[in-house]
């Protein structure tokens, strides 16, 4: 496939269609960012069946985002304004920044007969020293989307690895949360900070692929902020795997009362059931 314009000729071509990889050539001295920006559209979901507008560069975003690298919103993220960060503000309660790049896979449904068995698209993150001093807090932990929840349980499991060997890669392979012996979360976040001390760094950068699905342990957080997802993805496996089967009253609830889904939609904050071993 090829695609030009006045300026640019962008050569793509399918590597691999079952993983998704797909390879770019250009002659232009600039970066693929520098590609995307000049023949590139704002990404929005295909469920929204329209094209991405200009308006959509600012009401598709966060007004805390500030790094670029992510394919979609953090939709849980734009309903929060800074009336509202002035609100929690009020309240004491403090806010805290992590930072994931979203991959492609988060459109991706579930499409194997065993959930198991779907494979995650690796994601990266970007935690920082102050991140890791906050969590050491010992405070409640509220999530702002799946974004967040996954970036807060995979640094968890980063320190598990590093509690296990000092050298450990910041990588999450999508089994290790259920392969890996748990260890107590101040234990694990202390090994992430002696890792930046021996790095002589503030903050690491990692790669995860976390898979939650009904049976994981949550570690980290305690409530999360999200919005109505789509069935047959891996959001809703995370719900469901957040507050058990009471995802069927909350979504019938959604349903009847004319609730509004997906990335433009309502949201709602739910609180992790404890029961579930």
Do not use: C
Request: proline residues 3%; charged residues 25%.
């Amino acid at each position: 496939m090829q695609i030009t314009t006045d300026r640019l000729k962008l050569q793509a071509t399918l590597i691999d269609r079952e993983k998704g990889t797909v390879e770019f050539e250009w002659r232009l001295p600039i970066s693929f960012a520098e590609v995307l920006h000049q023949i590139g559209a704002i990404p929005l979901p295909p469920y929204l069946k329209r094209e991405a507008e200009k308006e959509d560069s600012e009401r598709y975003q966060t007004v805390y985002s500030k790094e670029e690298g992510a394919v979609a919103a953090p939709t849980a993220g734009l309903h929060f304004t800074e009336h509202v960060f002035a609100s929690l503000k009020e309240k004491n309660i403090e806010t805290e920044y992590l930072t994931l790049h979203v991959s492609a896979g988060t459109f991706q449904p579930v499409k194997v007969e065993k959930a198991e068995e779907h494979a995650m698209h690796s994601e990266q993150v970007v935690v920082t020293r102050k991140n890791i001093e906050h969590l050491l807090s010992g405070k409640k932990i509220v999530a702002a989307g799946t974004t967040s929840l996954r970036t807060l349980e995979s640094v968890y499991w980063y320190g598990v690895k590093l509690f296990n060997d000092t050298n450990a890669d910041f990588l999450i392979h999508q089994t290790d949360a259920y392969q890996l012996k748990p260890i107590d979360q101040t234990e694990a976040l202390k090994s992430v900070l002696k890792r930046m001390d021996e790095l002589k760094t503030d903050q690491l950068l990692g790669e995860t692929s976390i898979y939650i699905l009904p049976g994981y342990e949550f570690k980290m957080v305690d409530a999360l902020v999200t919005n109505f997802h789509q069935p047959g993805s891996t959001l809703m496996l995370l719900v469901g795997a957040f507050i058990g089967d009471d995802w069927k009253k909350i979504y019938n609830e959604a349903l009847q009362n004319g609730y509004r889904f997906l990335s433009y939609g309502d949201s709602s904050i739910l609180f992790r059931n404890k029961s579930i071993k």
